[in-house]
């Protein structure tokens, strides 16, 4: 971080302590709690109730640095995909997984999982209606009735379990109502001949005993990037490869459209109540996504040059861009050699200005495609008694996914990936709150067991016109975890409580390593991790006698500790701090028997103070919270040569020393005048390795990947009724500083002598590629209600302005290149509803 900015953020923490006290010496302002809302009235604003510990509490009551969007929320700020909600989260980002659009990558205050992976868990941990999804695959799905979600800030160890270092997300979906009969229909029509249409039914089987809900989506999409390769174009390595799961369209590649979406999505809800204080709920969610995307573009090829750090040695890149545009075989002199790397590089150099100057094109060798499909199963009792609640979670989730890469996003056969997984797992959780002691105390006890199995597979194809080495990485899993906890709220007087916590968590995984290289001329397989006779025969990715089982344990204690102080109604002061587990695992995707070394738990402790309060006659809502989270044993993925196959890599996982994060974030809501609201919300973050070593030696002068030091938004909500019709107007600007979205920092080195051009003058190009712009992204709805919300009629905008700013960079450091993704284009349309 820079000094401007760590001067802003040393003013910002004094004056939110100057703010805090000020505020708490104030007397009281606020009046008693309207009905459970989210929107404005003319009563002031609503109350937000979140579970952050467990239970249903006011927002403003619960100690602990919360964001929430309610179903309504979601609705008006034209959010479809879990990741549209960090737009409006200070300190959180999300963007697609590298591998897969399926996936998410989640940053939540500089804590990221920085790779998608069955061995590595996240560093957020998502929970849906109570039970925890381990994977990511499938996780950037549809919001689809979901009644609130809240995201949960720095490490949740006690209550929200291990693989909580930066926090969790709770989504909740609405339950049944055992009383009334309702529904929703909605349809949606919009540019790129955008469809969707939703329904939602509820219905009252027995009153008051019996109650189905009952949801469910279709989105379809046209593409739109285009296709830009010479006419005949084909398929130059999926369609011969077959290991596989979709192979491309026959013909020429030329004219297609890419970056659809075609998407379904179900739920149903069951609520049995047999008596006054048991309620018994069944549920099942299918979803399933289907699209060509994501469209890749090179932004850049690197310069090969030696580096003492295998990590950037890029020595051997010059190899792979030679015969690629006469698809011969390698020159043997040098000299011919160098020529042929030119004419290559250049071609492909022209391409990449060609795209850079049009945001709609797309120019690759090989058709993208994502996949995937999940299933959940839930059951889940709930027994009131006369000291609280207790409450039995179980879950189910299958997960089947499949996505191929044109990696390098060029027209050449330089670099092709795809990966398969399939995972399932249970998980059961015995949770018990209530209050204690005369109601001075408030606890929270409960066990929670899971098990998860499956596996998950990938293909790396590079330079398949020069190498004919196809890289086989596939990992079995078989994964138990148990954990036992406990939490309490001791309320030493009206206005002062202390909080303590604590949970034990161990991990046994198990992982099964079947890695190989397939020889695509002599129709042998090599097992990577130990040396053995080739096999020969047809290429298999899986192959049994290449496995090396490993069994790892892992374990710790995470707890939390805190003091509350309210003054009054209307404000809350607290500190505290926590410490925070996530579970080490083993490397799925090592090369050689050298990196088949598990990696550690990641150990973060956080230390926070944080001011809740309202004014005005809850005319206005202020939550500042300033943080400082120190992380041990890091965990972080490497991109390197693969040693094992020529002008190949592979991803190695690993623990990177120390890591300190400080930070600041805020959010403001008022209401100005009648009906009108306004939202503010924003963070700075600053991060800083203490250390970070790895295999490849120092990297504490790398950036963060993934993490944006500034961060803000804007939303204002405008509500006015006209004789029977409600106007209804919404608009929104988020805006993101510019982010590093790679480690990569190396700085020149010598000329070796032996490789042309060795010196490493593109240091300050390639970061500059890989680095995120600073950004806004606006968005706007304007809606019409009739009949007291019965029907209702909406016009929309989002990205409105049309930043197509290249937005998820990637760089193939042992490949050679950078590529990237685009924002997608401003989309319009028109949604109809009707409420009954």
């Not at 879990?82 to 989640?106: E, K, V």
């Not at 609130?148 to 291990?162: M, Y």
Request: charged share 15%; net charge neutral; aromatic share 10%.
């Amino acid at each position: 971080m820079n000094c401007k900015t760590s001067g802003n953020l040393t003013r910002l923490f004094l004056s939110t302590a100057v703010s805090a006290m000020a505020f708490a010496a104030a007397p009281a302002l606020a009046q008693d709690a309207p009905d459970t809302q989210s929107s404005a009235s003319d009563q002031g604003l609503g109350e937000i109730v979140v579970t952050a510990r467990k239970v249903s509490e006011n927002l403003q009551d619960v100690p602990v640095a919360v964001t929430v969007l309610t179903g309504n929320d979601l609705e008006v700020r034209n959010v479809q995909r879990l990741q549209d909600i960090a737009r409006f989260t200070p300190g959180m980002s999300m963007r697609p997984g590298s591998s897969t659009p399926s996936a998410l990558t989640i940053t939540l205050r500089g804590q990221v999982q920085s790779d998608i992976l069955i061995t590595l868990d996240p560093s957020v941990g998502t929970y849906v209606d109570g039970v925890y999804w381990a994977r990511a695959y499938g996780l950037n799905g549809d919001f689809l009735d979901a009644q609130s979600v809240q995201v949960l800030k720095g490490p949740q160890g006690t209550l929200f379990g291990r693989n909580t270092t930066g926090g969790a997300l709770l989504i909740t979906s609405n339950n049944p109502d055992l009383d009334d009969f309702s529904g929703k229909a909605s349809v949606t029509y919009g540019r790129f001949n955008e469809f969707q249409a939703t329904g939602i039914v509820n219905l009252p089987i027995v009153p008051g005993k019996v109650g189905l809900r009952l949801a469910g989506s279709r989105l379809t999409r046209d593409g739109y990037t285009t296709n830009v390769v010479p006419a005949g174009t084909a398929s130059a390595v999926s369609r011969t490869n077959t290991a596989v799961a979709q192979l491309p369209p026959t013909g020429s590649l030329n004219g297609l459209k890419f970056d659809n979406r075609d998407r379904w999505n179900f739920r149903g809800k069951l609520d049995v109540k047999p008596t006054d204080n048991l309620t018994l709920r069944f549920s099942g969610e299918y979803f399933e996504m289907d699209e060509a995307s994501p469209a890749r573009e090179v932004r850049m090829l690197t310069s090969p040059f030696t580096a003492t750090n295998t990590t950037y040695s890029l020595g051997a890149t010059a190899a792979l861009y030679v015969g690629l545009l006469n698809g011969g075989p390698s020159p043997t002199t040098p000299a011919a050699q160098f020529a042929n790397i030119l004419l290559g590089i250049s071609s492909i150099k022209n391409n990449i200005d060609a795209l850079a100057a049009d945001p709609d094109i797309t120019s690759i060798n090989e058709v993208p495609y994502a996949f995937a499909k999940t299933q959940t199963y839930g059951f889940t009792g709930i027994l009131d008694t006369s000291f609280g609640q207790v409450q039995l979670i179980t879950g189910y989730r299958k997960i089947d996914s499949h996505a191929g890469l044109d990696l390098d996003g060029s027209r050449y056969a330089i670099h092709f990936t795809e990966g398969q997984q399939s995972v399932k797992q249970y998980s059961g959780e015995l949770q018990i709150t209530g209050k204690g002691f005369d109601n001075k105390l408030d606890f929270a006890v409960g066990m929670f067991a899971f098990h998860e199995s499956g596996f998950d597979q990938s293909v790396s194809i590079v330079a398949p016109l020069l190498n004919p080495v196809t890289s086989h990485f596939y990992g079995l899993i078989d994964n138990d975890s148990i954990g036992v906890y406990g939490q309490g709220t001791f309320h030493l007087t009206d206005q002062l409580s202390f909080t303590g916590g604590l949970r034990y968590s161990i991990d046994d995984k198990g992982l099964e390593s079947r890695n190989n290289n397939y020889n695509t001329i002599t129709s042998t397989t090599t097992c990577s991790l130990f040396t053995a006779p080739a096999i020969v025969g047809p290429e298999l990715v899986g192959v049994p006698a290449c496995a090396v089982r490993a069994r790892n344990s892992f374990s710790g204690v995470s707890y939390t500790a805190g003091v509350e102080y309210k003054p009054n109604d209307d404000i809350l002061l607290y500190a505290k701090t926590a410490k925070g587990f996530r579970s080490g695992g083993q490397n799925l995707r090592a090369p050689t028997a050298v990196f088949l070394v598990p990696f550690k738990p990641e150990i973060a402790y956080s230390y926070e103070v944080g001011f809740k309060g309202e004014f005005f006659d809850r005319r206005a809502r202020l939550n500042l919270a300033a943080y400082q989270t120190d992380i041990s044993n890091i965990q972080r993925s490497t991109l390197i040569s693969n040693p094992s196959g020529a002008g190949a890599s592979a991803t190695v996982l690993g623990n990177a020393g120390k890591a300190r994060f400080r930070g600041i974030e805020a959010e403001l809501q008022a209401q100005l005048f009648e009906g009108f609201v306004l939202s503010l919300n924003g963070a700075l973050t600053d991060p800083k390795y203490i250390s970070y070593a790895d295999l490849t030696g120092d990297r504490s002068f790398e950036p963060f990947d993934s993490v944006a030091e500034q961060q803000f938004g804007v939303a204002g909500d405008y509500t006015r009724e006209f004789g029977g019709v409600k106007l209804k107007l919404h608009a929104d600007y988020a805006w993101t500083g510019k982010t590093a979205m790679s480690s990569y920092n190396w700085v020149q080195n010598a000329a070796s002598g032996t490789v042309p051009g060795a010196v490493n003058t593109q240091n300050d190009q390639v970061i500059a590629t890989t680095t995120r712009p600073a950004m806004g992204i606006l968005g706007a709805r304007a809606a019409l209600s009739f009949n007291d919300d019965m029907f209702e009629i909406a016009v929309f905008g989002r990205n409105i302005t049309n930043n197509r700013a290249y937005y998820n960079p990637l760089l193939v450091a042992p490949v050679g290149y950078v590529q990237s993704s685009r924002m997608e284009p401003a989309t319009y349309g028109v949604t109809a509803t009707v409420n009954f």
